[in-house]
């Protein structure tokens, strides 16, 4: 462990007066505050492998130092994120970036840490140094089968990494698509596709699933073969009850209704989880929280009155992921705030009165209806966050904490400057 224990004891000592003071006027104010604490501490926020090293553009990369060499040192990170918020007990890998060489070895860490190995993924959009066969021009709907099997090879590969590590699902994204009309035929992408798709699924252990994450666009610029939600249900479908629709938030075309989408996919018992960021323009990995908090609010409300009517484990049921990294923050401090926005968002959906609205929506009260929900969502639960992380041996101001230790010197001085870590 990177840090103390007593450190983070000193730092809670020195803020409990205040923080108090401040749980106290919540307490006073809203008789759940109790419940919604104990909720914020049974959930937990899945950090991707790839987002503790700068992120960096097809422009350039500006890295930071003393980013993780080595998958150990990317759950080395994780952990001391863990330490720190409470809130970030498990790590994503994405295969080839992050092979496991010594599984056992790799387990034993993550206990030391403790950490779980969330969702695994797969990678069929770059072509590796010893890699046979292309995959320029897409990987499961690849009109040539030996590129096909090759790609499906592959998954089914990262599904017995996953197995490995006690992972319990594979998260299938396709750069697969199009640039050019006339380029593809749809119909024959999608069958393909599908047919790939259903030979990774033959192979999943009976407990596991696998999510279908979609994407607007980018790389490909005309058509993408997992364009949107309606594609990926399609396909989560037709393969069967293991399989489920993935949401990104970054993957939607400008002012889309995700809100809507998800309430409509949980409905339909095929939302797989997220992978969380937040965006101006497109696919941007911008951290959560940073441009619309509100339109993450509006989803925690939506997740939250889904989850309650379906009775769903709200820290279980669902994947909940970030998926966020860029060029100019310290990703571990990016991560901080980005799990930061998800409480928040949570806690204020747990907040809002629902009886109230079930009552003014009934009859179409609307201004009722946005005061109920701009009630809870102007409501300051940052104590409410503090209090469960505190609670469990976290630290009250985790950034600050993080700052004040130097503790990106620590890794810096541990790793060097110029470490790279492998991934976009
Ligand atoms: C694609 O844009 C994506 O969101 C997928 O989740 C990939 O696995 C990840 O980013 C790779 O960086
Ligand atoms: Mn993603
Ligand atoms: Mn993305």
């Known amino acids: 462990m990177l840090l103390e224990g007593s450190i983070i004891e000193k730092h809670n000592e020195q803020r409990l007066r205040r923080h108090n003071l401040k749980l106290a006027s919540l307490q006073d104010e809203f008789p759940e505050t109790e419940q919604i604490i104990r909720q914020i501490e049974a959930f937990q926020v899945a950090i991707p492998s790839w987002a503790l090293g700068t992120g960096g553009t097809r422009f350039g990369r500006f890295s930071g130092g003393g980013e993780p060499r080595s998958l150990e040192e990317k759950m080395e990170d994780v952990g001391l994120l863990h330490q720190l918020n409470r809130a970030s007990g498990a790590i994503s890998l994405h295969i080839p970036w992050d092979v496991p060489q010594d599984p056992a070895a790799i387990r034993k860490l993550a206990k030391e840490y403790g950490l779980t190995f969330d969702a695994v993924n797969s990678n069929t959009f770059q072509d590796q140094p010893h890699q046979a066969l292309s995959y320029k021009f897409g990987s499961l709907q690849h009109v040539d089968k030996a590129v096909r099997k090759q790609a499906i090879d592959h998954n089914i590969a990262v599904i017995k990494h996953g197995v490995e590590l006690g992972s319990k699902a594979i998260t299938v994204w396709l750069s697969d698509g199009s ?122 409300n939506e997740l939250v009155e889904g989850m309650n009517a379906r009775n769903m484990n709200h820290a279980k049921d669902l994947g909940w992921m970030i998926d966020a990294s860029h060029n100019v923050k310290d ?59 505190f609670r469990k041996g976290g630290a009250l101001e985790p950034l600050e904490l993080f700052r004040s230790e130097a503790l990106r010197n620590t890794l810096i001085k541990k790793r060097g400057e110029k470490t790279v870590a492998t991934g976009l």
């Open 331 to 389: 990703p571990l401090e990016d991560l901080m705030q980005s799990v930061e926005a998800i409480l928040i968002a949570y806690a204020q959906a747990l907040l809002i009165d629902t009886a109230a609205l079930k009552q003014a929506q009934a009859a179409n009260d609307v201004v009722r209806c946005q005061e109920l929900l701009q009630a809870a969502y102007r409501t300051d639960l940052r104590p409410l966050v503090a209090e469960a992380r």
């Open 179 to 300: 640039c050019f009309p006339g380029q593809l035929n749809f119909r024959g992408a999608f069958e393909r596709t599908l047919e790939s798709l259903q030979e990774i699924y033959q192979a999943l252990p009976a407990d596991w699933k696998v999510f279908i994450e979609y994407k607007a666009f980018e790389p490909n610029f005309y058509s993408m073969t997992v364009g949107d939600w309606g594609q990926s249900l399609l396909y989560a479908s037709k393969l069967g009850p293991k399989a489920y629709t993935l949401v990104d938030l970054g993957h939607h075309l400008p002012n889309a209704n995700i809100e809507q989408i998800v309430a409509l996919l949980l409905m339909e018992g095929k939302l797989a989880g997220f992978h969380f960021n937040d965006s101006k323009y497109g696919d941007d990995d911008l951290t959560v929280g940073s441009i619309n908090p509100y339109q993450l609010f509006l989803i925690f």
